[in-house]
T-cell receptor, first 113, second 114 residues
Framework: AQSVTQLDSQVPVFEEAPVELRCNYS??????LFWYVQYPNQGLQLLLK??????LVKGINGFEAEFNKSQTSFHLRKPSVHISDTAEYFC???????????FGKGTKLSVKP | KAGVTQTPRYLIKTRGQQVTLSCSPI?????VSWYQQTPGQGLQFLFE???????NKGNFPGRFSGRQFSNSRSEMNVSTLELGDSALYLC?????????????FGPGTRLTVL
């Protein structure tokens, strides 16, 4: 069965510092991988996705993620964060294009001035 | 193009009551999925509807049900509410013709059960 583990529930970081939010998944088949962001009192917005091809994917707001099949990881990175990046970030996996989305528990990113 | 809309945004009910939440998908999207978000369990898949038929179902009791209308709008119903049903309920719509079925989420309905 699929599962997604986000290793850090909270990540505090200073403005303009780099950040990495970690995500590991387990699945016996090929998967599609996603990162979503949720701002307070809002729904989820897709940041980026890995479907196939290049293992380094770039998303919106300067975020990028690297798919590592051998380590079953899909870590999210940003070289320099802004106060406005403060939000909760969710990693998700789907088996195939029509399977259900399975989410991790989320990582709360807190950017301090 | 308007996004996914959910009504109501906030709801307060008491134990034992039932509740109906509504979701209007993005125009042209025929698939609607529902998720429950709680601090303890995170985001959990409830069910997915496509063309008025339930296509997938998560691991929730039968008190949770849904339906989809011919215009793709969807409703979910929770009967005999329990305190543990307090959560943010998110709806997502997708155009399944896309290669990876990207889901677009609404703002959610926050249900509080007293």
């Amino acid at each position: 069965a699929q599962s997604v583990t986000q290793l850090d529930s909270q990540v505090p970081v200073f403005e303009e510092a780099p950040v990495e939010l970690r995500c590991n998944y387990s699945s016996s088949v090929s998967v599609y991988l996603f990162w979503y962001v949720q701002y307070p009192n809002q729904g989820l917005q897709l940041l980026l996705k890995y479907l196939s091809g290049s293992t380094l994917v770039k998303g919106i707001n300067g975020f990028e993620a690297e798919f590592n099949k051998s380590q079953t990881s899909f870590h999210l990175r940003k070289p320099s964060v802004h106060i406005s990046d403060t939000a909760e970030y969710f990693c998700a996996v789907r088996e195939g294009s029509q399977g259900n989305l399975i989410f991790g528990k989320g990582t709360k990113l807190s950017v301090k001035p | 193009k308007a996004g996914v809309t959910q009504t109501p945004r906030y709801l307060i009910k008491t134990r034992g009551q039932q509740v109906t939440l509504s979701c209007s998908p993005i125009s042209g999207h025929r698939s609607v999925s529902w998720y429950q978000q709680t601090p303890g369990q995170g985001l959990q898949f409830l069910f997915e509807y496509f063309s008025e038929t339930q296509r997938n179902k998560g691991n929730f009791p039968g008190r949770f049900s849904g339906r989809q209308f011919s215009n793709s709008r969807s409703e979910m119903n929770v009967s005999t509410l329990e305190l543990g049903d307090s959560a943010l309920y998110l709806c997502a719509s997708s155009n399944i013709r896309s290669s990876y079925n990207e889901q677009f989420f609404g703002p959610g309905t926050r249900l509080t059960v007293l």
